[in-house]
């Protein structure tokens, strides 16, 4: 028995490095006896309650983890065997505690995420089935003189969170993280309460999720969804291979090979490749592909805050820099969007009333359902039924498992681009708000449209005082709800899904704008801003356009850095006036590069790249978030932050694969069945030319 619990001793000195006090755990009776431990605990809990001290986390927090009190009989023996095969030193047994996560070196550096050995566990298929769970701990400090403390033990709390807050798309960022490898027989509610009353006296309360828990080899169950999506998929597969073997070059003169042509594969990547050089309205191409990539490594950023980090302090602090402020505005870069959206639309809708002098709402719906529903249902279905089932990882149960089952629950929203009306916590692919939003806007901009075209004077009194409710709301839903438009550092998971759900995903509230957009179309068009500037004029007009959008972007710095602590007023200002003066930055720059006034900007803005990009931008949109949650759900082992990886090349460029094999297997193919179904005759559409 000595010679045993020595080889053990060493063991766990050479994985824990936790010191010789450990092995009160680690030598165990040759027999399981439940009593035993449970006075150990206790007596330690009495000794300790009175003169608590952060080395009793060190000296007392387990390592040895298992429900020997389970409510389930088979655990209760499961856990018996695993004690027994530890003291005879049995390898499945060693496995399953080596596969366990034990305190680290570097807790105050930000490295208290521990998973284990998540393969190690899943491999154990011998007396006893491995399961790995992954368990939130939450450590409490809030007492005088343990601020720095408790600062560092949650890595500086860069967001505030507790185990209960939504982690499948905002990250758990305070909560520790805890691999423990258990029997299959053990429940997570029995890792749970064995968890607890281990910890009980050191300020940690435990949570463990059903759903974070993962056995090797259990799938998803089979359903009616499942089987739909897989079909579906098969369904393009089937049509791509078609028309790309059947493609000689010809045009299709039935329906059926037209609908054949549309899926050649050979066809689309050309017509991708190829840079269309129509007239097209100048600077939008930039604009997009600029704003994309910002709001891309804004999203990545995010995705970040997810993975386990030897030093994550410092990723609080670099976030928490004054620079970093061009991050935490990501909001304007979304009104970039909203601006390029309102003005387009409006740009198309007038074309078509100065043509006809009235609007085809039928068919403008029918073409915008074509041009964002395919590859929207598309995403929607894979990552719901197919994604869950093509690999594992210690958070891939919540990234990608839990986000399955919310899409699962509520994807019938999204079919109705209703979605982003209920909130974060209840939406199947919470980036997809904007589709939403651009939905909902796009159909009320048609009457007001045309308002505005018959009554001019009653259409801009309504634009005015639907920019001017809009802004009203932006501020009362500030003072409201205590929320906030910048993520101002060490807000609350609770305060940005409130911000999220109150405001940011609303059109009432993001509609000023769009319809700063709608306004720049109808003044270009209707050439109300004609007129000549001399150079001088022209470079201070560019001084005034970027001073503007410095200032939108740079205002909120003080609220990112650390230490902040909320304010209505700053808070109310910023969500309020960001998207008029950002609006105005918009507008300026719009008009100076459409009149030819961007001087050596002219080769950026017609840069060849951003007319590729605009093609593939939705597709860049749709799948950015999908490839960043599946490298979050994959990641085994803690890595070394530095700001480098913002910038992940293999990553960036899965994302740029993926949008490109996505834009030309199903948004360019139903583009052109919408053409071939609804759209007008080519006869048609030669005589109008």
């Excluded at 050089?277 to 999203?299: C, P, Q, S, T, Y």
């Excluded at 929207?376 to 719901?384: D, I, P, V, W, Y």
């Excluded at 007319?611 to 939705?618: D, M, S, T």
Aim: hydrophobic share 45%.
């Amino acid at each position: 028995m000595a010679t045993r619990a020595g080889v053990l001793l060493a063991l766990a000195l050479s994985l824990t490095t936790t010191g010789a006090r450990d092995c009160i755990e680690l030598t165990l009776p040759g027999k399981f006896d439940d009593s035993i431990l449970n006075r150990t605990f206790l007596n330690l809990n009495r000794r300790h309650e009175s003169d608590f001290g952060m080395l009793d986390l060190w000296e007392r927090f387990p390592k040895v983890i298992v429900p020997g009190n389970a409510t389930s009989a088979q655990c209760r023996r499961d856990s018996q065997l695993f004690l027994e095969g530890l003291d005879r030193l049995e390898l499945w047994a060693l496995k399953m505690f080596d596969a366990t996560a034990k305190p680290p070196s570097g807790i105050l550096s930000g490295n208290a995420n521990q998973y284990g050995d998540f393969d190690e566990c899943l491999d154990i298929a011998d007396t006893v089935r491995g399961k790995y769970c992954l368990a939130s701990l939450e450590v409490s400090l809030d007492r005088p003189g343990y601020e720095h403390l408790d600062y560092l033990i949650h890595s500086g709390h860069y967001l505030r969170s507790n185990a209960t807050d939504m982690g499948h798309r905002v990250p758990r960022y305070s909560s520790i993280l805890w691999g423990v490898c258990i029997p299959s027989s053990c429940s997570s509610y029995d890792l749970e309460e064995e968890l607890s009353q281990r910890l009980s006296g050191l300020g940690i309360s435990v949570r463990v999720q059903n759903t974070m828990c993962t056995v090797k080899d259990v799938k998803r169950p089979y359903s009616f969804g499942k089987a739909l999506s897989i079909t579906f998929f098969l369904g393009i597969l089937l049509l791509l291979s078609l028309g790309t073997i059947l493609d000689d070059g010809a045009e299709g003169t039935t329906n059926f090979e037209k609908l054949l042509n549309a899926f050649s594969l050979k066809r689309n990547v050309r017509k991708l490749f190829e840079v269309d050089e129509e007239a097209r309205v100048k600077g939008v191409d930039a604009f997009r592909g600029i704003n994309a990539l910002a709001l891309l490594l804004a999203h990545k950023s995010m995705a970040m805050a997810h993975n386990p980090y030897v030093n994550k302090t410092h990723f609080s602090k670099v976030f928490g820099m004054p620079w970093a402020v061009i991050g935490r505005s990501a909001i304007v870069y979304t009104d970039s969007f909203l601006y390029i959206s309102g003005f387009l639309n409006a740009n198309n809708l007038l074309q078509e009333l100065e043509k006809k002098g009235t609007i085809d709402i039928k068919n403008r719906l029918i073409s915008r359902w074509f041009r964002l529903f395919p590859l929207f249902l598309s995403l929607m279905l894979f990552c719901t039924y197919v994604l869950p089932d093509v690999n594992n990882g210690p958070q891939w149960n919540l990234v990608v498992e839990e986000h399955s089952r919310v899409c699962e629950k509520n994807m019938w929203k999204s079919f109705l681009f209703i979605h982003n009306f209920f909130g974060f916590e209840n939406m199947c692919l919470t980036h997809t708000h904007q589709i939403g939003m651009d939905m909902q806007l796009y159909v009320a901009t048609i009457p007001l449209m045309l308002l505005l075209w018959r009554f001019r004077r009653l259409g801009w009194s309504l634009v005015a005082a639907i920019a001017v409710a809009s802004t009203a709301l932006r501020w009362s839903a500030i003072y409201w709800y205590d929320i906030s438009m910048f993520v101002y550092f060490g807000i609350t998971v609770q305060k940005l899904l409130d911000a999220a759900k109150y405001s940011y995903i609303l059109p009432t509230h993001r509609a000023t704008i769009y319809l700063i957009g709608v306004c720049m179309a109808y003044f270009l068009r209707n050439k109300k801003f004609d007129f000549t500037l001399s150079k001088t004029q022209a470079r201070l007009l560019w001084v005034v356009c970027f001073a503007l959008a410095a200032a939108t972007i740079a205002s909120p710095y003080r609220m990112g850095l650390a230490g902040y602590q909320y304010e209505h007023a700053p808070a109310a200002i910023f969500a309020a006036f960001s998207p008029i003066v950002w609006g105005l930055f918009m507008c300026i720059m719009h008009w100076g590069i459409c009149n030819d006034y961007a001087g050596i900007g002219t080769a950026l803005v017609e840069w060849r790249v951003f007319k590729f990009f605009n093609k593939i931008a939705y597709g860049v949109y749709l799948t950015q978030f999908p490839i960043f949650f599946y490298n979050v759900g994959v990641q085994r082992h803690s890595e070394h932050y530095t700001p480098l990886l913002l910038f992940p090349v293999p990553e960036m460029l899965a994302v740029l694969a993926t949008s490109v094999i996505t834009t030309v297997a199903i948004e360019m193919p139903f583009n052109k069945i919408y053409r071939i179904y609804f759209g007008k005759p080519q006869t048609n559409k030669l005589k109008e030319k």
